[in-house]
């Protein structure tokens, strides 16, 4: 017996009202929930790119200090929140692709001299599409970022964001494939919109 939740369609989460649709799409943008729940009124989405512009532009469409927010929803890359396992799934999973959750103390302590490094001189978390990383990477991107004017560092976090965001929809929906209605996704079900 699988433990998987309903695969739904993308006709079917057009379909849902704003409590099931948030349900559904809430964990996408890390604790921000806020994001599908605005999004919502744009149903129908011909398709996950249009899902995930609409998102997009309501991040975008926020003031500068709720997407400052977003951004500090965000764990620290193998921080105390990867080694007390109190991530997000979502972040634990992506964290654990790039080898952070099974780092060697010296490797740990390092990444903890940078998130610190970093957080000081910009005032939250450094925000990386880790799937597309490996630890060399990782370390190398921090680095460079490091030397960034804060705002462009705003503006690299947010564009950071929104990829791991397009990942964490193509997942959900069979790597992107899924269309209006005729792919079905990996998302659990819930009410229909009225």
């Known amino acids: 017996m699988s433990t998987s939740p309903p695969a739904v369609t993308l006709a079917a989460l057009n379909r849902m009202d704003r409590t099931a649709f948030v349900g559904v799409l809430g964990g996408v943008f890390e604790h921000s929930p806020w994001v599908p729940e605005a999004a919502w009124s744009g149903v129908p989405f011909s398709g ?17 200090q709720r997407r400052l927010d977003l951004i500090r929803a965000h764990p620290d890359l193998a921080g105390k929140a990867a080694r007390g396992r109190t991530m997000t799934a979502n972040s634990a999973a992506e964290q654990a692709g790039a080898g952070l959750l ?27 599409a880790v ?64």
């Not at 996950?48 to 500068?64: C, G, Q, T, W």
Request: net charge neutral; glycine share 8%.
């Open 48 to 64: 996950v790119a249009a899902l995930h512009e609409a998102m997009v532009a309501v991040v975008r469409s926020s003031s500068p």
């Open 102 to 128: 099974s780092l060697g103390d010296d490797e740990y302590a390092g990444f903890l001299r940078l998130n610190a490094d970093y957080r000081e001189r910009f005032g939250f978390p450094f925000i990386i």
């Open 131 to 194: 799937r597309r990383h490996d630890k060399a990477s990782l370390i190398a991107a921090f680095e460079r970022r490091l030397a960034n004017p804060r705002a462009v560092e705003i503006e690299t976090a947010l564009g950071e964001i929104f990829t791991i965001t397009q990942l964490r929809l193509d997942a959900l929906f069979d790597a992107g494939q899924c269309t209006s209605g005729n792919t079905k996704g990996k998302l659990g079900s819930g009410s229909m919109r009225q």
